[in-house]
């Protein structure tokens, strides 16, 4: 069995790379061109091929950027212009890493894919091969790979299941290693400088302002475009008030941008589309453990699914989830059962 080891140039996925030769696989490197006039294309193909001469493995480059500027940055603006806040990491995941890209090894003459998230793939009693979340939790990706399907992780292998991101740079110089890309990747992949506004004025015909009011209808100032503005928002609104005003909603019909004081930012609950299940629901626990954001622990939830749509009911005090973003579905032992793209709070 050949495995190929996706590779972006960064220190993770090479050391897949080696963890996966060392183990004694059978193994090629294969990086996915996704951006387009990338100035770093040559130095990370030139510096990839040159490491993979010294592990000895053959190498791979394939142009895949019209099919992730189709899949990945074209629904990226257009949700921002719905007024939605996107995740491109959780969508490029199934369409390209684990879609294009993963069809693409598959003609290289590969039979499954290596990458380096920082998740866990544990055979379960009940439920067979699940993800499960990494042994780093600060790293922890799983969140990010909740809407693939589970047919598509049992292809799929993670080496760094197990390994610590601080330790990730010494055992790649151990092996005489340095990754092309040393440093971080940027927050969004194809955003100049993480600069999304910026980016969002140059892409697309972006709405303009509106009003910006209470939930009482008190319009107490204007927005410069909903795209602009997230849900939790207190930073930028430009309103002078008596209290700290956060950005509660968004009235996509009325363009107008919905405000308040904190405590207007908990919300009982929240229904996802675009549902992945990686455990049928029927299997499910009746209490789940619900993340609707990377960076948040998750939450013991309540649930309902009518073969479409998850509603979350939250048992305890929840931050208002943010349409477009992820609700990842865990268990209390980490394994992912499912996700979903939030659409709405309750």
Same mark, same amino acid.
């Given at each position: 069995?050949?495995?190929?080891?996706?590779?972006?140039?960064?220190? $993770?996925?090479?050391?897949?790379?080696?963890?996966?030769?060392? @183990?004694?696989? #059978?193994?090629?490197?294969?990086?996915?061109?996704?951006?387009?006039?990338?100035?770093?294309?040559?130095?990370?193909?030139?510096?990839?091929?040159?490491?993979?001469?010294?592990?000895?493995?053959?190498?791979?480059?394939?142009?895949?950027?019209?099919?992730? /500027?189709?899949?990945?940055?074209?629904?990226?603006?257009?949700?921002?212009?719905?007024?939605?806040?996107?995740?491109?990491?959780?969508?490029?995941?199934?369409?390209?890493?684990?879609?294009?890209?993963?069809?693409?090894?598959?003609?290289?003459? &590969? /039979?499954?894919?290596?990458?380096?998230?920082?998740?866990?793939?544990?055979?379960?009693? $009940?439920?067979?091969?699940?993800?499960?979340?990494?042994?780093?939790?600060? *790293?922890?990706?799983?969140?990010?790979?909740?809407?693939?399907?589970?047919?598509?992780?049992?292809?799929?292998?993670?080496?760094?299941?197990?390994?610590?991101?601080?330790?990730? !740079?010494?055992?790649? #110089? &151990?092996?005489?290693?340095?990754?092309?890309?040393?440093?971080?990747?940027?927050?969004?992949?194809?955003?100049?400088?993480?600069?999304? +506004?910026?980016?969002?004025?140059?892409?697309? $015909?972006?709405?303009?302002?509106?009003?910006?009011?209470?939930? /009482?209808?008190?319009?107490?100032?204007?927005? +410069?475009? !909903?795209?602009?503005?997230?849900?939790? @928002?207190?930073?930028?609104?430009?309103?002078?008030? *008596?209290?700290?005003?956060?950005?509660?909603?968004?009235?996509?019909?009325?363009?107008?941008?919905?405000?308040?004081?904190?405590?207007?930012?908990?919300?009982?609950?929240?229904? &996802?589309? +675009?549902?992945?299940?990686?455990?049928?629901?029927? @299997?499910?626990?009746?209490?789940?453990?619900?993340?609707?954001?990377?960076? @948040?622990?998750? *939450?013991?939830?309540?649930?309902?699914?009518?073969?479409?749509?998850?509603?979350?009911?939250?048992?305890?005090?929840?931050?208002?989830?943010?349409?477009?973003?992820? &609700?990842?579905?865990?268990?209390?032992?980490?394994?992912?059962?499912?996700?979903?793209?939030?659409?709405?709070?309750?």
């Amino acid at each position: 069995m050949t495995i190929a080891v996706a590779v972006s140039g960064g220190m $993770d996925s090479l050391l897949s790379l080696v963890l996966m030769k060392e @183990q004694g696989h #059978d193994v090629m490197a294969v990086h996915g061109h996704f951006l387009p006039e990338n100035p770093d294309w040559e130095r990370v193909t030139n510096g990839l091929t040159e490491a993979c001469k010294v592990l000895g493995v053959p190498f791979h480059a394939v142009d895949l950027h019209h099919q992730f /500027d189709e899949l990945v940055v074209a629904p990226f603006v257009r949700d921002y212009r719905a007024g939605l806040t996107p995740n491109p990491c959780a969508l490029c995941n199934p369409l390209m890493k684990f879609g294009i890209l993963f069809d693409a090894i598959c003609e290289l003459g &590969a /039979d499954s894919i290596a990458t380096g998230h920082y998740v866990s793939m544990e055979d379960r009693p $009940d439920t067979g091969r699940m993800l499960v979340r990494g042994a780093d939790l600060s *790293k922890d990706q799983s969140y990010f790979l909740s809407l693939v399907s589970i047919d598509k992780l049992r292809h799929a292998w993670f080496p760094l299941a197990t390994t610590l991101k601080k330790d990730v !740079l010494a055992i790649l #110089d &151990a092996h005489g290693l340095t990754p092309p890309i040393p440093s971080e990747s940027q927050e969004i992949c194809f955003v100049p400088r993480d600069d999304y +506004q910026a980016f969002l004025l140059e892409h697309g $015909d972006m709405p303009g302002p509106g009003p910006v009011r209470l939930a /009482d209808g008190t319009v107490v100032g204007r927005h +410069q475009g !909903l795209w602009r503005h997230t849900q939790g @928002q207190r930073r930028g609104l430009g309103i002078a008030w *008596k209290e700290a005003l956060y950005v509660i909603d968004k009235d996509i019909p009325n363009n107008a941008l919905v405000v308040g004081p904190k405590n207007e930012l908990e919300s009982p609950g929240c229904v &996802a589309g +675009q549902v992945n299940l990686m455990v049928e629901p029927t @299997q499910w626990p009746e209490t789940v453990m619900l993340q609707t954001r990377y960076r @948040q622990r998750a *939450k013991p939830s309540h649930y309902a699914y009518d073969g479409e749509k998850l509603t979350f009911h939250f048992i305890e005090p929840h931050t208002r989830p943010t349409p477009g973003q992820v &609700a990842a579905v865990y268990d209390e032992s980490g394994a992912v059962l499912g996700g979903g793209v939030i659409e709405r709070s309750l």
